[in-house]
Structure formats: C-alpha cells, structure tokens
C-alpha cells in the first residue's frame, strides 16, 4: 500500500516556542494533505486540509495563524505549531489523499508536548 | 451531514473468538466506506474499503459488506490474535477520499 511518513515521531518544546512538522507522501504524489489532531482516547478531528500550491482550508475553530500549514510540493506537507503553549500537547496525524484510488493514507502520527 | 456510529467499546475477546464490530452511517449519495486500525502509539492504517453497495473488503481476515440497504459496514474477523488489540475506526468519504468522516473509534482486547 501507498506509505506516508511523518517527522519526527515526538518532540517535545518550551511553551512560546515553534514546532514543524513534516508529512511525506513516499511513493505517491498528493495535491491535497490533511492534518488532523487526536486527543487521548478519542477519535480524529480534522484540523485542516492542504492543497498544494494554494492556501490551506481551515476547519471551524483552528486558528490559522497559530497552525501554519505548506504544501510546497506534491510530496511534501508542513504544519508549524507557533507560540506553542501547553494546551496544544496532543497526537498530530497527517493524511494523503491518493487519487488513483480516493483513499486517504495516514502518517504515523507525532506526539507534542509542550511544557 | 454525514456521520458514522460504532458499537461502543471496549471490546474484550478470548484469542481464537469472532468478532463482530457494528458501524453504521448516515450520508447522502454513495459514498465510499473504510476500516481503519490504529495500534497504541501509531498513526491510522488502512485495513479494508468498499466503494459500492455490495462490496466486500477484506484484508488479514477481516470482512465488511457496504449494505446500503442497512447502511452498515460492520467489521468481522473468524478468529482474532492478540496481535489484532488496537483501535478500529469506521469511516465514511463521500467526495472522492476527501471530507472523511470517522466514527469515534471501537477498543478492542484480545486476552490470552
């Protein structure tokens, strides 16, 4: 199957500090990336779906000046978390969505925790 | 909108029982139906999808039918492993593999 992967795996930052993450699409490209957040326990909210070469398309109540999202190349997607504070501490999960196939593959997840 | 329901866990199984995991949906049109596993500390995989009413999916031994009839995608697997604990969620995508929708995600243990 299609393989996405993610960087890094956990990270763990300072509150006010800024943190990247990168999602890989190996052996597909994807014009369109998704970013999600998972809390313990809970199922996936989606943050945000990312088209690349064009802006980021927000879902309600992700502020898009503190979730910073490129999709630079068809490969490639980043999410930046700036001004990071304790309460964005969660698992993010990227997805790319496979045309040939209308399946999304996920990423394997970073774990953030910001003390 | 479109939603997906699943039985509440957890679910606890002796190794070598069936499993059964419901899921049902609600969506206009036709859309695409998916099982994804998330074992502790990783990220989603696929395990099996169906695209039309009739499908199976099958994958390590799982199966689910796409019933419209029912609107169901229930998940089932002959015997399970302990190897199979994780989490297993129902999804829906009714526009190509985008605007996925998941249900909340079912636990499942299997003991010894």
């Known amino acids: 199957g299609a393989v996405v992967s993610q960087h890094p795996s956990w990270v763990i930052c300072k509150s006010g500090t800024s943190v990247k993450i990168e999602c890989r699409s190996l052996?597909?490209?994807?014009?369109?990336m998704f970013w999600y957040r998972q809390f313990p326990k809970q199922s996936l909210m989606l943050m945000a779906t990312?088209?690349?070469?064009?802006?980021?398309?927000?879902e309600q109540g992700v502020e898009k000046d503190k979730f910073l999202i490129n999709h630079a190349s068809l490969t490639l997607s980043t999410l930046t978390v700036t001004s990071a504070h304790p309460e964005d501490s969660s698992f993010y999960i990227c997805?790319?969505?496979?045309?040939?196939?209308?399946?999304?593959?996920f990423g394997p997840g970073t774990r953030l925790t910001v003390l | 909108g479109n939603s997906v329901t699943q039985m509440e866990g957890p679910v606890t199984l002796s190794e070598e029982a069936f499993l059964t995991i419901n899921c049902t949906y609600t969506?206009?049109?036709?859309?695409?139906l998916f099982w994804y596993v998330q074992y502790p500390g990783e990220g989603l995989q696929l395990l099996l999808k169906?695209?039309?009413?009739?499908d199976k999916g099958s994958n390590k031994g799982f199966e689910a039918t796409y019933r419209k009839e029912t609107t169901s995608f229930h998940l089932e697997k002959g015997s399970v492993q302990v190897s199979d604990s994780a989490v297993y969620f129902c999804?829906?995508?009714?526009?190509?593999?985008?605007?996925?929708?998941f249900g909340p995600g079912t636990r499942l243990s299997v003991l010894p």
């Open positions: 999804a829906l995508s009714s526009d190509y593999g985008q605007n996925f929708v």
């Open positions: 052996d597909f490209q994807a014009t369109t």
């Open positions: 169906a695209t039309k009413a009739d």
């Open positions: 990312s088209n690349e070469g064009s802006k980021a398309t927000y």
């Open positions: 997805s790319a969505l496979q045309l040939s196939t209308d399946t999304q593959y």
């Open positions: 969506a206009t049109g036709y859309p695409s």
